[in-house]
C-alpha cells in the first residue's frame, strides 16, 4: 500500500482535535503534503492547544454524543480519513463517575460509524484504544503484545475495551476500514494535569516559581510503566492507517519500562530546587495495575515505525512546558486578567 497522501488531497478528521493527543497530530498531519485536516471538539473544551494551528485547518464544534450533530459533521466534511481521538481519558475522573465516562465514550464513537455507515462513506478510521484496556497483566503476560487477555481494573479501561471492540465489530458486520491501536503511557507537551507525568512538573514548575511550598505530593511510584513521546505515537496513529491491516489490532509503545519513582528522580534532577517528596492518600487509586510494558513488534514489522524520542527529551519538553505554563499564569493574574485554561 502506498503513501496515502500521494494521489492526491486528503481529508483527515481528528475528532478531540484540541486534546493532548489531538493537537499533535495536527501538527504531523500538517507536515504532509496533500492534508486537509479537519477537526472537531466539544465548545467547552477551548483551542489553546490548536491556537498555533487554527488558521491552517477546518474546526467545527460539535458534540459527537448528539447522533444529529454528527451525522451532519460527517456529510459536511466527507473525510478519507478519521482519527478518532475523542474521549474522556482521566482514569480519576472515571471512578468518580463510571456511567458518564462509559456512556460519553462509547456513544461517541458509535454515531461516528453509525453516520459513516448511514452516509455510505468509505473512510479509513483509526480507533484510539488504551494499554489500560490489559489490566490484570500476570508476570507470564510480559512483555505485552496483543494476544495478551484483556482484564480491565478500571471504569476507563472499560469503556477503552468497548470501543475497541466496537470498531471491530464494524469493520466484520459493516466491512469499513478500521484499524485499531493500543497507545502505552506517552508524554509531551501540551499535557494537562490528572496524569503522572504533568502533575510532577506542574508542581516542579510552581515550585521553582515560589508559587508552592517546596513539598511535592505523589501518589504511587511503584508501579512500573511504558513511556512514549506523544509525537512518536501520533506519527504511529498515521502510519496505523497508511500501513495497518484492516480489522487489526495494534500495540504503540516503547518496549521498556520504568517505575514511577525512576520518571520522578529524572524530573527532580532537572530542577535546581531543593524539593522534599511527600506521599498523599488522595492520589492513590482503588485499584492500579502494577506493571505495563508492552510489545510493538507486530506494529513495527507492518509499518516500520520506530520511536524518535528519548525519555529525557519527552521529561525535558513537558517540564518546559510546564515552567512556560506556571509564568504565563502568574504574568496574567499579575496583570489583573485570568489564569490561562490547561
Not at 494499554?131 to 472499560?158: C, F, K, M, Q
Not at 515560589?210 to 504511587?220: C, D, H, I
Not at 513521546?229 to 495497518?244: N, P
Not at 530546587?273 to 510493538?296: K, T
Given at each position: 500500500m502506498?503513501?496515502?497522501?500521494?494521489?492526491?488531497?486528503?481529508r483527515?478528521?481528528?475528532?478531540?482535535?484540541?486534546?493532548?493527543?489531538?493537537?499533535?497530530?495536527?501538527?504531523?498531519?500538517l507536515?504532509?503534503?496533500?492534508?486537509?485536516?479537519?477537526?472537531?471538539?466539544?465548545?467547552?473544551?477551548?483551542?489553546?492547544?490548536?491556537?498555533?494551528?487554527?488558521?491552517r485547518?477546518?474546526?467545527?464544534?460539535?458534540?459527537?454524543?448528539?447522533?444529529?450533530?454528527?451525522?451532519?459533521?460527517?456529510?459536511?466534511?466527507?473525510?478519507?480519513?478519521?482519527?478518532?481521538?475523542?474521549?474522556?481519558?482521566?482514569?480519576?475522573?472515571?471512578?468518580?463517575?463510571?456511567?458518564?465516562?462509559?456512556?460519553?465514550?462509547?456513544?461517541?464513537?458509535?454515531?461516528?460509524?453509525?453516520?459513516?455507515?448511514a452516509?455510505?462513506?468509505?473512510?479509513?478510521?483509526?480507533?484510539?484504544?488504551?494499554?489500560?484496556?490489559?489490566?490484570?497483566?500476570?508476570?507470564?503476560?510480559?512483555?505485552?503484545?496483543?494476544?495478551?487477555?484483556?482484564?480491565?481494573?478500571?471504569?476507563?479501561?472499560?469503556?477503552k475495551?468497548?470501543?475497541?471492540?466496537?470498531?471491530?465489530?464494524?469493520?466484520?458486520?459493516?466491512?469499513?476500514?478500521?484499524?485499531?491501536?493500543?497507545?502505552?503511557?506517552?508524554?509531551?507537551?501540551r499535557?494537562?494535569?490528572?496524569?503522572?507525568?504533568?502533575?510532577?512538573a506542574?508542581?516542579?514548575?510552581?515550585?521553582?516559581?515560589?508559587?508552592?511550598?517546596?513539598?511535592?505530593?505523589?501518589?504511587?511510584?511503584d508501579?512500573?510503566?511504558?513511556?512514549?513521546?506523544?509525537?512518536?505515537?501520533?506519527?504511529?496513529y498515521?502510519?496505523?492507517?497508511?500501513?495497518?491491516?484492516?480489522?487489526?489490532?495494534?500495540?504503540?509503545?516503547?518496549?521498556?519500562?520504568?517505575?514511577?519513582?525512576?520518571?520522578?528522580?529524572?524530573?527532580?534532577?532537572?530542577s535546581d530546587?531543593?524539593?522534599?517528596?511527600?506521599?498523599?492518600?488522595?492520589?492513590?487509586?482503588?485499584?492500579?495495575?502494577?506493571?505495563?510494558?508492552?510489545?510493538?513488534?507486530?506494529?513495527?514489522?507492518?509499518?516500520?515505525?520506530?520511536?524518535?524520542?528519548?525519555?529525557?527529551?519527552?521529561?525535558?519538553?513537558?517540564?518546559?512546558?510546564?515552567?512556560?505554563?506556571?509564568?504565563?499564569?502568574?504574568?496574567?493574574?499579575?496583570?489583573?486578567?485570568?489564569?490561562?485554561?490547561?
Amino acid at each position: 500500500m502506498g503513501r496515502i497522501g500521494e494521489a492526491k488531497a486528503l481529508r483527515a478528521l481528528i475528532t478531540g482535535v484540541a486534546g493532548f493527543a489531538g493537537s499533535h497530530l495536527t501538527d504531523y498531519l500538517l507536515s504532509l503534503e496533500g492534508m486537509e485536516v479537519y477537526g472537531v471538539s466539544l465548545p467547552r473544551d477551548g483551542t489553546q492547544n490548536i491556537a498555533h494551528a487554527l488558521s491552517r485547518i477546518t474546526l467545527r464544534l460539535a458534540d459527537l454524543g448528539d447522533a444529529e450533530q454528527t451525522r451532519e459533521l460527517l456529510a459536511h466534511v466527507c473525510p478519507d480519513l478519521i482519527f478518532h481521538l475523542a474521549a474522556q481519558a482521566s482514569v480519576e475522573r472515571a471512578w468518580r463517575n463510571p456511567a458518564e465516562t462509559l456512556v460519553n465514550n462509547l456513544a461517541a464513537q458509535a454515531n461516528v460509524l453509525g453516520a459513516v455507515v448511514a452516509l455510505g462513506l468509505a473512510p479509513r478510521i483509526l480507533i484510539v484504544g488504551s494499554a489500560d484496556e490489559y489490566g490484570l497483566v500476570r508476570p507470564e503476560d510480559l512483555p505485552i503484545d496483543e494476544e495478551t487477555p484483556l482484564r480491565p481494573l478500571n471504569p476507563y479501561a472499560v469503556s477503552k475495551v468497548a470501543q475497541d471492540y466496537l470498531g471491530y465489530q464494524y469493520y466484520l458486520s459493516h466491512h469499513l476500514h478500521i484499524v485499531r491501536v493500543r497507545p502505552f503511557n506517552h508524554i509531551g507537551p501540551r499535557q494537562g494535569p490528572g496524569f503522572v507525568v504533568p502533575d510532577f512538573a506542574q508542581q516542579i514548575a510552581k515550585i521553582e516559581a515560589g508559587q508552592q511550598e517546596p513539598v511535592l505530593r505523589v501518589g504511587n511510584l511503584d508501579a512500573v510503566r511504558d513511556f512514549s513521546d506523544v509525537r512518536d505515537i501520533v506519527r504511529g496513529y498515521y502510519l496505523a492507517l497508511e500501513k495497518g491491516r484492516p480489522g487489526a489490532v495494534y500495540n504503540l509503545c516503547s518496549g521498556r519500562g520504568y517505575a514511577i519513582r525512576e520518571i520522578l528522580d529524572m524530573l527532580l534532577r532537572l530542577s535546581d530546587v531543593a524539593i522534599r517528596v511527600e506521599g498523599d492518600p488522595a492520589r492513590m487509586r482503588p485499584s492500579d495495575i502494577p506493571v505495563l510494558i508492552g510489545d510493538s513488534t507486530r506494529f513495527r514489522a507492518e509499518t516500520g515505525w520506530a520511536p524518535q524520542y528519548d525519555l529525557q527529551q519527552s521529561l525535558r519538553a513537558v517540564l518546559a512546558d510546564w515552567r512556560q505554563r506556571v509564568a504565563q499564569d502568574h504574568s496574567s493574574l499579575a496583570s489583573g486578567g485570568s489564569a490561562a485554561t490547561v
